[in-house]
């Protein structure tokens, strides 16, 4: 089953729905360290993590893809490894659509599958909080709008671990707006005062394919859907009306039927993300268009520095 997150998950503070779950909470991070404490396994395959802390929306696939064509420019051999989700194939083929990706159950079985087939880099898309595997590199992901949300833990807040656990990874990366750039960086450096922070934004491949005098319907399934609308508007679409569905949300006839009822009615037309179009079945692709984006690197230079240390 699909939800969508709470909205209080991202208030600047936490409200009181936040502290009645902070007890679950609590707990919640409690079974966690019991059930984390296992050995790290080290690969001869490079191991590369792209994951988060806050749930969704972070722009870990995006980067992961980015990685991946960087060491393919180098002529280096390279793989995605995901853990098999069944209600996430949306990324799955995604990921399919730009290179070899290895999903299995465990995330070690498609590790040894990966070296086993001579594979020189694996890019682990999410797992950061595996800690069975000892990755030679790990990206911390966050949204540049919600960064943290309020801070709190799931099911209080929007994080899968302490904000303070931070200090343990070296490396984080910011998607999405850049105006607040500056203080984020503030922010991420009190906690962690040596790590490497790295920032990127989307830029839209297809914007020939739309006409921009034209009104639209935006609607997706994805972690961040007000960052997918912001990046829309600062190009110049006409937004009308947007619809949010839960993340990695299985469209169904029905759904789709409303939306081109919807848009009939407004005199729009239909778009949407490239993830949510893959969830699609054939007949409805042929109505809907969808933007196709690729994520630019501030600084990239400095991210090929870190990946071939």
């Known amino acids: 089953m699909n939800l969508k997150k709470p909205n209080f998950w991202d208030f600047k503070k936490p409200n009181l729905y936040a502290y009645l779950l902070y007890p679950i909470a609590f707990l919640i991070v409690l079974l966690n360290l019991f059930i984390r404490k296992k050995k790290f396994q080290k690969f001869k395959i490079k191991t590369i993590c792209v994951g988060n802390i806050y749930i969704g929306g972070t722009g870990k696939t995006s980067l992961s893809i980015k990685i991946n064509k960087i060491f393919n420019e180098k002529k280096i051999k390279t793989c995605f490894i995901k ?3 069944k209600d ?3 990324e799955q083929k995604l990921l399919e659509n730009n290179g070899k990706l290895f999903l299995e159950v465990k995330r070690n079985d498609a590790l040894y599958k990966a070296e086993k087939e001579g594979y020189e880099v694996a890019i682990l898309d999410d797992g950061l909080q595996d800690k069975s595997i000892d990755y030679d590199i790990s990206f911390v992901c966050f949204n540049n709008i919600n960064w943290i949300g309020n801070g709190m833990t799931i099911p209080a807040g929007p994080l899968r671990e302490n904000i ?3 200090k343990n990874y070296e490396h984080i990366f910011f998607n999405g707006n850049l105006e607040n750039s500056e203080d ?3 922010q991420a450096l009190k906690i962690n005062h040596k790590i490497n922070i790295h920032f990127g934004k989307y830029e839209l491949e297809n914007i020939k394919k739309f006409n921009l005098e034209e009104k639209y319907l935006v609607f997706s399934g994805i972690g961040n859907h007000e960052t997918f609308v912001s990046m829309l508007k600062n190009y110049g679409f006409q937004i009308i009306k947007d619809i949010e569905f ?3 949300y299985k469209f169904t006839n029905k759904d789709i039927e409303k939306i081109l009822i919807t848009a009939n009615k407004l005199g729009c037309k239909i778009v949407t993300t490239e993830k949510d179009y893959l969830r699609l079945d054939y007949i409805n692709q042929e109505k809907i268009k969808f933007i196709k984006s ?3 690197i501030i600084n990239e230079e400095k ?7």
């Open 88 to 90: 996430q194939t949306d």
């Open 303 to 309: 991210l090929i520095k870190t990946l071939f240390i």
């Open 246 to 248: 839960p993340d990695h």
């Open 164 to 166: 303070k656990n931070l």
């Open 184 to 186: 984020l960086k503030k």
């Open 83 to 85: 853990k098999y989700y």
């Open 294 to 296: 690729e994520l630019k």
